[in-house]
Structures are given as structure tokens and as C-alpha cells.
């Protein structure tokens, strides 16, 4: 049983930055990718970042902005973001799949707004 626990999420002017934190319960097997993912009103859910064994693979939106990285022991996820846009408005969902057993454990997400 894994549980994510997300903070960091809130408001904060376009050009701003905003770290997330996302709190992982439970030992995370080396196997298992993390990521966070965002939906914002009207839209599809998307992958923003993910991270599996040091390999980071992002959204074209958020190249060059953005920065997943991961703590000790795969207790911490967390999601750097730099250079915010209004279009960056979502509600961000931390993500852990299971590749050795094909399920995934979600966040409760948190939500970010970006002012113009």
C-alpha cells in the first residue's frame, strides 16, 4: 500500500516559481516511475514529468521550465517549476506506477494557479 501526499501547490505570478513536494508512504521499488501529472478546467489530463531510475522525460509545454527530480530512498518526489505561465493553471497530481505490477497510486492533487 502506497500513499502521496502533495504540498507546495498555491498561487503565484506568472514568471514566478513553485516547488511541489509530493510524500511518498510505503518502500517505492527501483522499478517504479514517478511523475506528476496536471488537468486543468476542460481539458484532459496530461503527463507533465515523469522519473524512472534517473531518466526524466517531459511535456514539450514545460521543457526547459520545469525540473522532476526525486529524494532518498524514492520518499520525496518533486517538481521544480520555473518561469510559470497563466496556461500553467492546473490541479497537479503526483503519480507512482507500478511497471512490475501495472497499477498506479495517485496523489490527492493540489492545485496551481498562475495570475497573468
Not at 515523469?50 to 526524466?56: S, V
Not at 522532476?68 to 497563466?86: A, D, F, R, T
Not at 497530481?93 to 490527492?108: D, E, F, I
Request: charged share 15%.
Amino acid at each position: 500500500q502506497v500513499q502521496l501526499v502533495e504540498s507546495g501547490g498555491g498561487l503565484v505570478q506568472a514568471g514566478g516559481s513553485l516547488r511541489l513536494s509530493c510524500t511518498i508512504s510505503g518502500s517505492i521499488s527501483i522499478h517504479a516511475a514517478m511523475g506528476w501529472y496536471r488537468q486543468a478546467p476542460g481539458k484532459q489530463r496530461e503527463l507533465v514529468a515523469r522519473i524512472l531510475r534517473g531518466n526524466t522525460d517531459y511535456a514539450d509545454s514545460v521543457k526547459g521550465r520545469f525540473t522532476i527530480s526525486e529524494g532518498p530512498s524514492m520518499n520525496m518526489v518533486y517538481l521544480q517549476m520555473n518561469s510559470l505561465k497563466p496556461e500553467d493553471t492546473a490541479i497537479y497530481y503526483c503519480n507512482v506506477y507500478h511497471t512490475l505490477t501495472r497499477s498506479n497510486s495517485w496523489g490527492q492533487g493540489t492545485q496551481v494557479t498562475v495570475s497573468s
